[in-house]
């Protein structure tokens, strides 16, 4: 009698359990279908801000599409690090609106290329591909950098599909890239079109588009992420952004699809002056930001020949010394890897893979880096996975440590031909000469507090390069800071180890951290989007999975134990002992 209410019991919370769990997995949970998840900062980097606080955004960088994946599956977040030298933030994109700045147009060019953007002579309202005063203009880009990291595939296949499906304003929108060399744009997502339109994501990538806008208004732009995880199973997000571009108070502009906020919410604007220039301490005093340790940077001696590094990093050390270093966000995201890796130049060499190899055009805008026709080995401003993508940031300075930014310095080259670093204007051509090595040195940039930038780095012959380069700042109390550094380069089809400076001994070629020999944190290559066919998208509302559900498992799990307890009583009564079964 005892067994049959047991069972009668087990039967009924399985069958409970069960309805719940199909709830659950039809969207029928406690949070309604339309809901949007409360942001999380993955690996613990940076701070999540709930979703429902609305926020404009009117300069500086963000990453307005940056997908996360957890326990509640795929969703979509964005992440802010406009603020220099403070700690990113991740918000919901249905929490944002995007200033683009009536100043920030472009002109098409009269050039059967870019007829897809635009007419000849047509301005167009622009988010740049490439950084442009992020003290008056927004940057933003997206990034993949949280989700199926090297050695840790959580997804099947190499990329996320990413969908435009509807733009709602008053002109039309496109998302496309520059090429270098004048090679004409690459269209990603064109709202003038048929959409959806689909285009890859590929994995663990960061980077950045030209966001165009044929009118000033309002725009709404519904994006979808999809993919498949390791076991199939298909998971999506979709989000609408917000943007008011142009001549339009972006603080009377509702986030989302438009609709009225919850009155708990909260709007913060990012005024246009506060980015790179936040109250700093008076002059004469010390900073009260502590400094990194010296302990942090990575012992192993390493080759990087593919992913994303920020070569030049310079940070305030514990001693209040300016310290040069390398930002390796390579093996960023993977297993017991939250933050990128800090490295020291004198231990790192960068490998400009035969890959890199390019030959110049025959056009006199390239003629500083040599004849027509000859060859050149480029690290590319617009990232290659199968190249080492090389930047340089300023984002770990405050304001209260060296508040008028940095100059960086070209001293010296040592190498078989000549360095130059440039950065390309929207139709392909040449924005900015950063270094040339062909003229005298040293050279100077300045480089302002909360930049990340991305060059063209063009190397004139394959071989062993080493650059020296300072950088330099004033400290709030007017003291000058200062650090020079020699970076190591292996170029074309050499031995990269040739570049580590005497006295650093890498080992044998299976003891040196490489993109085909992960060691540590090492990661491996990450793209851009390629302009993929336009292809349909689904339209779904915050996840959408096939296969075995989540509820499932908890329906299981929980008539487990039911089913366990019944039979641990029965035994206990029968006066038998031992383990019930499934314990």
Same mark, same amino acid.
């Given at each position: 009698m005892r067994a049959q209410k047991c069972f009668a019991s087990v039967v009924a919370g399985v069958?409970?359990? =069960?309805?719940?769990?199909?709830?659950?997995?039809? %969207?029928? /949970?406690? +949070?309604?279908? &339309? =809901?949007?998840?409360?942001?999380?900062?993955?690996? %613990?980097? /940076?701070? +999540?801000?709930? &979703?429902g606080s609305k926020f404009v955004l009117e300069h500086g960088h963000i990453d307005v599409l940056a997908p996360v994946l957890d326990g509640r599956g795929l969703h979509?977040?964005?992440?802010?690090?406009?603020?220099?030298?403070?700690?990113?933030?991740?918000?919901?994109?249905?929490?944002l609106v995007l200033h683009v700045q009536p100043q920030t147009t472009f002109t098409v060019p009269d050039r059967a290329d870019f007829a897809e953007i635009g007419a000849p002579g047509q301005k167009l309202w622009t988010i740049r591909q490439q950084e442009t005063d992020l003290a008056a203009n927004v940057w933003a880009g997206w990034s993949t950098e949280?989700?199926?990291?090297?050695?840790?595939?959580?997804f099947a296949g190499d990329h996320l599909d990413w969908s435009l499906d509807?733009?709602?304003?008053?002109?039309?929108?496109?998302?496309?890239?520059n090429a270098t060399f004048n090679a004409g744009p690459r269209m990603l997502l064109n709202g003038a079109k048929p959409l959806p339109q689909t285009t890859p994501m590929t994995m663990f990538t960061h980077s950045h588009v030209n966001w165009t806008f044929s009118a000033q208004g309002v725009y709404r732009m519904k994006f979808t992420v999809a993919g498949k995880l390791a076991d199939s199973t298909a998971v999506s997000d979709t989000v609408t952004l917000a943007l008011a571009v142009g001549e339009v108070d972006p603080s009377s502009v509702e986030p989302g699809e438009g609709a009225t906020p919850p009155t708990s919410s909260s709007t913060t604007t990012v005024p246009s002056s506060s980015s790179t220039a936040p109250t700093s301490s008076a002059p004469g005093t010390a900073s009260t930001v502590p400094g990194v340790p010296e302990d942090d940077l990575e012992p192993?001696?390493?080759?990087?020949?593919?992913?994303?590094?920020?070569a030049l990093a310079p940070r305030i050390a514990s001693d209040g010394r300016l310290r040069v270093d390398i930002k390796d966000s390579t093996g960023l995201g993977g297993a017991g890897v939250p933050e990128p890796a800090w490295r020291s130049p004198d231990r790192t060499v960068f490998h400009v893979v035969p890959a890199a190899k390019q030959t110049l055009p025959d056009d006199p805008v390239f003629g500083f880096l040599g004849e027509p026709g000859a060859p050149v080995w480029l690290i590319p401003q617009t990232q290659d996975p199968a190249i080492v993508w090389a930047g340089w940031s300023t984002e770990a300075l405050s304001p209260e440590q060296a508040p008028p930014g940095v100059e960086w310095s070209l001293a010296k080259v040592a190498g078989p031909g000549s360095v130059a670093v440039f950065q390309n204007d929207a139709v392909g051509g040449i924005s900015s000469k950063v270094f040339d090595s062909r003229q005298a040195l040293p050279q100077s940039s300045q480089v302002g507090l909360g930049t990340h930038a991305h060059a063209n780095w063009a190397f004139s012959a394959a071989g062993i390069y080493h650059l020296t380069f300072t950088v330099t700042s004033t400290a709030p109390s007017g003291e000058t800071l200062r650090d020079t550094k020699v970076y190591n380069f292996a170029v074309g089809d050499v031995d990269p180890r040739a570049?580590?400076?005497?006295?650093?001994?890498?080992?044998?070629?299976?003891?040196?951290?490489?993109?085909?020999?992960?060691?540590?944190?090492?990661?491996g290559p990450e793209d851009p989007a390629a302009g993929g066919a336009p292809g349909p998208a689904a339209e779904t509302q915050a996840l959408a999975r096939t296969g075995a559900q989540p509820g499932?498992?908890?329906?299981?799990?929980?008539a487990t134990v039911i089913a366990g307890t019944c039979l641990l009583v029965l035994a206990r009564r029968s006066g038998r002992t031992g383990t019930p079964q499934g314990s």
């Open positions: 069958l409970s359990v =069960s309805v719940l769990a199909g709830a659950l997995a039809l %969207g029928g /949970g406690p +949070a309604s279908a &339309a =809901s949007r998840p409360d942001p999380i900062a993955p690996g %613990g980097v /940076g701070e +999540a801000v709930p &979703a979509v977040e964005s992440k802010d690090s406009s603020m220099a030298g403070k700690p990113v933030k991740w918000r919901d994109p249905e929490d949280a989700i199926n990291p090297p050695g840790d595939q959580q509807a733009v709602d304003g008053p002109g039309t929108a496109a998302l496309w890239m192993e001696a390493i080759v990087l020949d593919s992913g994303h590094v920020d570049a580590f400076p005497s006295g650093t001994t890498p080992g044998p070629s299976s003891s040196v951290s490489t993109s085909t020999a992960p060691v540590g944190k090492r990661g499932a498992f908890v329906a299981l799990g929980l």
